[in-house]
């Protein structure tokens, strides 16, 4: 008993001493104000904390669990084709339907997790397939945004031309980024790609005559076969809701935009899901596990590395542009290191290389903070919590990668 | 570029690189000493220099509050203070991003060091506020010097001749107690070979553990330095910082300790040119640049070995 109470009280008075000049002595400029209730609280909460874990710990040991042991503990859950198949109609319906029944706010949101949900499948690709830490994946979504604001701004390309060309830009901004650091892995990767994201974005907030630096970048809105969504066209065009002959409402271009970028998630979904079972996204997995012995057996690494940054930088590219064109404006502060340790965080949490998982993550980690906007000051802090404690207790995510079972014949 | 300039423009620019060199430098101590026993980079290491930006106001507000009013021992008593509990901070990564993790793959302690890295800045953000903080200016007055034939002058201000000073003790200090102590042997020990460290009974956690605490205190003096020479602070410099004192790491070759000190003064005295007569605007796309060409061309740095991969 008193071990037992010994270490959490260890743990307790450290972090009293740990916090108290930060959270008990706030600076008031050159002076400072005591505040003596918040080191003590936080000292509490740790204590509580490790006394809660040596509890845990005390208890799994004593728990005799045969069932358990033998389940899959690790690695992956199989499923069969019919649930899946059951799903994959049932989801995309729903999705469908969901803009007619939300108010503007809600729209907005939601175009939002699908962005996210966007940008976490690209990045899905590069860390959690192919296992390349990329810790400035931002940088590939601000090139895709700002592809289509200054390709607008000079080139007078339309939402429809910039969609592709950004893409591809993304990709190839990939491409040129995954070149020089193909044999760098882990750490050096992670602070390489961190490096080109702070570039891009330094690059964008001080090249004042060509992106317009801190001040942004206006973006055309998108039209839809010419037809424009605004109250009143521009020359010669023609307003969407007077061609439908329906009533004007300024939800219709959030409408069209999120149903497109639906249809865009489930393409990039379709392809993903299939590449995973395909044989390069097979060798993405094999190469995340061993690079030795991949190329012990042949496989060129280089084209493999690359093909990952740059399908990843592509789809990260397209989120760009719909963020862009959501927005109406893209400034550099949008494109903050926050951002890729966000789209990281959601991975980690969805589980490294799960896709379902990934989805429901980027979707829950929008919306909950949106939910929770008194607590907003507090997000971040929730995010590292989660991401420390998600690595130490449950790596493989909140859900499990699945393999898919390929059934010959009845079962 | 350089050529042509007034020679005490050159001088003073130089002066100026070899300060801002001198902290890259003890904040890379701490990079490329982790990276040498673990090898693995430890994310959070520029927030802690941050906490210990924020710890050096709070001391000094603290022990002026208290009357302590002798400069000397007003710094020496902040600098302890500030060196101590940010050592604990550094301890505290070790204990809760890297030493649960040591079983675990490659990616599972860099994503929690990130992790660790976010708690810490929205903590800081949370308890002393968004806005950016200050200190007084203790340290006022420059040396002058004429050199050059038209007799131009450079300055050396009180601050940039204490911040050498403490950074070459410091350096010092730590090259003593690695090499001479029993505790810098196991850690140099753990360094070479963990797993035999450990047969030979060597508490290689421990020896871990210290080697996150001498970074962080490194770190925390860098904090101090730096925090007295420019007076003001957010808490967002972690980022910037850290990358920078990293590219003074790889670029002096990580894992070396003289090598972290002498990327530091290279980096140091390139981004002082750079941003002097160059642009200044561009000084942090410089440093990155630096970094991604180094780990291109020379990943083994300029003292570093290069490493073998091995099955």
Same mark, same amino acid.
């Given at each position: 008993?008193?071990?037992?109470?010994?270490?959490? /009280?260890?743990?307790?008075?450290?972090?009293?001493?740990?916090?108290?000049?930060?959270?008990?002595?706030?600076?008031?400029?050159?002076?400072?104000?005591?505040?003596?209730?918040?080191?003590?609280?936080?000292?509490?909460?740790?204590?509580?904390?490790?006394?809660?874990?040596?509890?845990?710990?005390?208890?799994?040991?004593?728990?005799?669990?045969? =069932?358990?042991?033998?389940?899959?503990?690790?690695?992956?859950?199989?499923?069969?084709?019919?649930?899946?198949?059951?799903?994959?109609?049932?989801?995309?319906?729903?999705?469908?339907?969901?803009?007619?029944?939300?108010?503007?706010?809600?729209?907005? =949101?939601?175009?939002?997790?699908?962005?996210?949900?966007?940008?976490?499948?690209?990045?899905?690709?590069?860390?959690?397939?192919?296992?390349?830490?990329?810790?400035?994946?931002?940088?590939?979504?601000?090139?895709?945004?700002?592809?289509?604001?200054?390709?607008?701004?000079?080139?007078? /390309?339309?939402?429809?031309?910039?969609?592709?060309?950004?893409?591809?830009?993304?990709?190839?901004?990939?491409?040129?980024?995954?070149?020089?650091? /193909?044999?760098?892995?882990?750490?050096?990767?992670?602070?390489?790609?961190?490096?080109?994201?702070?570039?891009?974005?330094?690059?964008?907030?001080?090249?004042?005559?060509?992106?317009?630096?801190?001040?942004?970048?206006?973006?055309?809105?998108?039209?839809?076969?010419?037809?424009?969504?605004?109250?009143?066209?521009?020359?010669?065009?023609?307003?969407?809701?007077?061609?439908?002959?329906?009533?004007?409402?300024?939800?219709?271009?959030? &409408?069209?935009?999120?149903?497109?970028?639906?249809?865009?998630?489930?393409?990039?979904?379709?392809?993903?899901?299939?590449?995973?079972?395909?044989?390069?996204?097979?060798?993405?997995?094999?190469?995340?596990?061993?690079?030795?012995?991949?190329?012990?057996?042949? &496989?060129?690494? =280089?084209?493999?590395? /690359?093909?990952?940054?740059?399908?990843?930088?592509? &789809?990260?590219?397209?989120?760009?542009?719909?963020?862009?064109?959501?927005?109406?404006?893209?400034?550099?502060?949008?494109?903050?290191?926050?951002?890729?340790?966000?789209?990281?965080?959601?991975?980690?949490?969805?589980?490294?290389?799960?896709?379902?998982?990934?989805?429901?993550?980027?979707?829950?980690?929008? &919306?909950?903070?949106?939910?929770?906007?008194?607590?907003?000051?507090?997000?971040?802090?929730?995010?590292?919590?989660?991401?420390?404690?998600?690595?130490?207790?449950?790596?493989?995510?909140?859900?499990?990668?699945?393999?898919?079972?390929?059934?010959?014949?009845?079962? | 570029?350089?050529?042509?300039?007034?020679?005490?423009?050159?001088?003073?620019?130089?002066?100026?690189?070899?300060?801002?060199?001198?902290?890259?430098?003890?904040?890379?101590?701490?990079?490329?000493?982790?990276?040498?026993?673990?090898?693995?980079?430890?994310?959070?290491?520029?927030?802690?220099?941050? *906490?210990?930006?924020?710890?050096?106001?709070?001391?000094?507000?603290?022990?002026?509050?208290?009357?302590?009013?002798?400069?000397?021992?007003?710094?020496?008593?902040?600098?302890?203070?500030? *060196?101590?509990?940010?050592?604990?901070?550094?301890?505290?990564?070790?204990?809760?991003?890297?030493?649960?993790?040591?079983?675990?793959?490659? $990616?599972?302690?860099?994503?929690?060091?990130?992790?660790?890295?976010?708690?810490?800045?929205?903590?800081?953000?949370?308890?002393?506020?968004?806005?950016?903080?200050?200190?007084?200016?203790?340290?006022?007055?420059?040396?002058?010097?004429?050199?050059?034939?038209?007799?131009?002058?450079?300055?050396?201000?009180?601050?940039?001749?204490?911040?050498?000073?403490?950074?070459?003790?410091?350096?010092?200090?730590?090259?003593? $107690?690695?090499?001479?102590?029993?505790?810098?042997?196991?850690?140099?020990?753990?360094?070479?070979?963990?797993?035999?460290?450990?047969?030979?009974?060597?508490?290689?956690?421990?020896?871990?553990?210290?080697?996150?605490?001498?970074?962080?205190?490194?770190?925390?003096?860098?904090?101090?330095? *730096?925090?007295?020479?420019?007076?003001?602070?957010?808490?967002?410099?972690?980022?910037?910082?850290?990358?920078?004192?990293?590219?003074?790491?790889?670029?002096?070759?990580?894992?070396?300790?003289?090598?972290?000190?002498?990327?530091?003064?290279?980096?140091?005295?390139?981004?002082?040119?750079?941003?002097?007569?160059?642009?200044?605007?561009?000084?942090?796309?410089?440093?990155?640049?630096?970094?991604?060409?180094?780990?291109?061309?020379?990943?083994?740095?300029? $003292?570093?070995?290069?490493?073998?991969?091995?099955?």
């Amino acid at each position: 008993m008193r071990r037992l109470l010994l270490q959490p /009280l260890l743990t307790a008075t450290l972090i009293l001493i740990a916090t108290t000049p930060i959270s008990g002595l706030v600076l008031q400029g050159y002076s400072f104000s005591f505040h003596w209730q918040s080191p003590l609280f936080l000292a509490a909460a740790a204590f509580v904390l490790h006394l809660g874990l040596i509890l845990g710990r005390i208890w799994s040991r004593n728990q005799f669990r045969p =069932v358990a042991a033998l389940r899959l503990q690790k690695g992956a859950w199989a499923t069969g084709p019919e649930w899946r198949r059951a799903m994959s109609l049932l989801l995309p319906a729903i999705g469908l339907a969901l803009p007619f029944f939300l108010d503007k706010y809600g729209l907005t =949101v939601a175009i939002l997790a699908l962005i996210y949900v966007l940008l976490a499948l690209g990045l899905n690709i590069v860390v959690g397939l192919a296992g390349l830490l990329d810790m400035g994946f931002v940088a590939f979504y601000a090139v895709g945004a700002y592809g289509y604001a200054l390709g607008h701004h000079y080139l007078g /390309l339309g939402f429809w031309t910039a969609l592709p060309m950004a893409a591809l830009l993304a990709a190839g901004c990939g491409l040129l980024l995954g070149f020089p650091v /193909l044999r760098m892995h882990g750490d050096y990767l992670a602070i390489v790609t961190l490096g080109f994201g702070e570039i891009i974005r330094l690059i964008l907030n001080n090249w004042m005559d060509f992106t317009g630096g801190p001040n942004g970048v206006q973006v055309d809105f998108p039209t839809f076969m010419g037809l424009e969504f605004s109250r009143r066209a521009k020359e010669g065009g023609v307003p969407i809701h007077e061609f439908l002959g329906i009533a004007y409402s300024s939800n219709i271009r959030n &409408i069209f935009i999120y149903l497109v970028l639906f249809l865009v998630v489930l393409l990039v979904l379709a392809l993903v899901t299939r590449l995973k079972y395909m044989p390069l996204g097979r060798t993405w997995e094999a190469l995340r596990e061993d690079e030795i012995a991949c190329r012990s057996l042949g &496989i060129n690494h =280089v084209v493999v590395k /690359l093909s990952a940054f740059a399908m990843g930088a592509m &789809i990260g590219g397209v989120g760009g542009v719909f963020f862009a064109a959501s927005q109406g404006f893209v400034n550099p502060t949008s494109f903050t290191f926050f951002e890729s340790a966000l789209v990281l965080a959601i991975v980690v949490l969805g589980g490294l290389g799960s896709i379902p998982g990934v989805v429901i993550a980027a979707i829950v980690l929008t &919306i909950l903070p949106e939910l929770l906007r008194d607590f907003s000051g507090y997000r971040i802090l929730v995010f590292g919590l989660a991401m420390v404690a998600m690595m130490i207790w449950r790596p493989q995510g909140l859900i499990r990668p699945q393999r898919r079972i390929f059934l010959t014949g009845r079962h | 570029m350089i050529v042509g300039m007034a020679p005490e423009i050159v001088v003073q620019q130089a002066i100026n690189g070899l300060v801002l060199g001198a902290t890259y430098g003890l904040i890379a101590v701490g990079y490329t000493m982790v990276y040498g026993i673990i090898g693995m980079i430890n994310f959070a290491h520029g927030e802690i220099y941050m *906490v210990s930006a924020y710890l050096t106001a709070i001391f000094i507000a603290t022990f002026q509050f208290f009357g302590l009013a002798y400069l000397p021992a007003l710094l020496a008593a902040v600098l302890a203070a500030t *060196v101590l509990i940010t050592a604990l901070y550094g301890w505290f990564v070790e204990r809760i991003a890297y030493r649960p993790l040591r079983q675990s793959t490659r $990616l599972a302690p860099l994503i929690t060091a990130i992790g660790v890295s976010l708690i810490l800045q929205s903590y800081v953000r949370l308890s002393q506020g968004a806005r950016s903080q200050g200190i007084p200016s203790l340290l006022q007055g420059s040396f002058t010097l004429n050199i050059g034939p038209h007799g131009g002058m450079i300055h050396i201000t009180h601050v940039q001749f204490f911040i050498i000073v403490i950074a070459f003790l410091s350096m010092a200090l730590l090259t003593f $107690l690695m090499l001479k102590t029993p505790m810098g042997r196991a850690c140099r020990a753990t360094e070479q070979d963990l797993v035999m460290a450990s047969l030979l009974g060597i508490p290689t956690d421990r020896a871990i553990s210290t080697v996150f605490v001498i970074g962080a205190a490194m770190a925390a003096v860098a904090g101090v330095l *730096v925090s007295l020479n420019y007076g003001s602070f957010d808490f967002h410099i972690g980022f910037i910082t850290g990358i920078k004192a990293f590219t003074a790491a790889v670029l002096g070759g990580i894992g070396s300790l003289p090598g972290a000190m002498l990327g530091g003064l290279i980096l140091g005295l390139a981004e002082s040119f750079f941003s002097g007569f160059v642009n200044s605007d561009y000084k942090d796309v410089f440093a990155f640049s630096l970094l991604v060409l180094v780990l291109i061309f020379r990943p083994s740095g300029l $003292l570093g070995q290069p490493q073998v991969a091995k099955v």
